[in-house]
């Protein structure tokens, strides 16, 4: 069982920047795939960005694309996700969740989420 942290979130006005980290206590994120996902209100659950567990290859969503970046630090203890050009479609809960293996379709493991909200 893996327990996922989120920080990081908070109201910002629209344009602005963000950064959102995730951390596992007592274990090295390089173990796993990570991936981010938000909820809106009202919304289902949506695909944000990932980044793989080999190469740390990354992948982000149309809706975000040119503004957010996810990344691993140099120790793999967290992976952050920066948020640039902040848009009011963007408030949501972030969650930070895990899979075993790169190959696996579905994240296993899920953090409790971070509140982003966004004013224009």
């Known amino acids: 069982q893996v327990q996922l942290v989120e920080s990081g979130g908070g109201l910002v006005q629209a344009g602005g920047s963000l950064r959102l980290s995730c951390v596992a206590p007592g274990r090295s994120l390089s173990r796993y795939a990570m991936g981010w996902f938000r909820q809106a209100p009202g919304k289902e659950r949506e695909f944000v960005a990932s980044?793989?567990?080999?190469?740390?290859?990354?992948y982000v969503a149309d809706s975000v694309k040119g503004r957010f970046t996810v990344s691993r630090d140099n120790a793999k203890t967290t992976v952050s996700l920066q948020m640039n050009s902040l848009k009011p479609e963007d408030t949501a809960v972030y969650y930070c969740?895990?899979?075993?293996?790169?190959?696996?379709?579905?994240?296993?493991?899920w953090g409790q989420g971070t509140q982003v909200t966004v004013s224009s």
């Open positions: 980044i793989t567990k080999s190469y740390s290859i990354t």
């Open positions: 969740t895990a899979r075993d293996t790169d190959s696996e379709t579905d994240y296993a493991y």
